[in-house]
């Protein structure tokens, strides 16, 4: 089994910033996708950014260039800086990972940590 554990939430003014950070951890055999997604009231669940093992990263249009992510594959974890938040970034953010745990290839979520963003 894998786990996902996310840290790092919690409510900021417009404007502010916050970090999140995703350790993965558990029967681990391979990881190649690891990401964040969100997903904000009544609303479906996003993509907002995730990057291969190879260090290729995809960012949703509505957060380029205010946020960033960066992993580190040794040490299973993956972090979400967001700069310049705003009222509409205000969701609960999951950690993401694809991984061969020695039986199949899953995806995993993270149990999600909440971002409110006051105006």
């Known amino acids: 089994q894998v786990q996902l554990v996310e840290s790092g939430g919690g409510l900021v003014q417009s404007g502010g910033s916050l970090r999140l950070s995703c350790a993965a951890s558990g029967s681990i055999l391979s990881l190649t996708t690891m990401g964040w997604y969100r997903q904000g009231p009544g609303k479906q669940r996003e993509l907002v950014a995730r990057s291969t093992s190879s260090g290729s990263t995809t960012y949703a249009d509505s957060v380029k260039g205010r946020f960033t992510m960066s992993r580190d594959n040794v040490k299973k974890t993956v972090d979400l800086q967001m700069n310049s938040l705003k009222p509409e970034d205000t969701a609960v953010y999951y950690c993401?990972?694809?991984?061969?745990?020695?039986?199949?290839?899953?995806?995993?979520w993270g149990q999600g940590t909440q971002v409110t963003v006051s105006s």
């Open positions: 993401y990972a694809y991984a061969y745990s020695g039986s199949i290839w899953s995806d995993y």
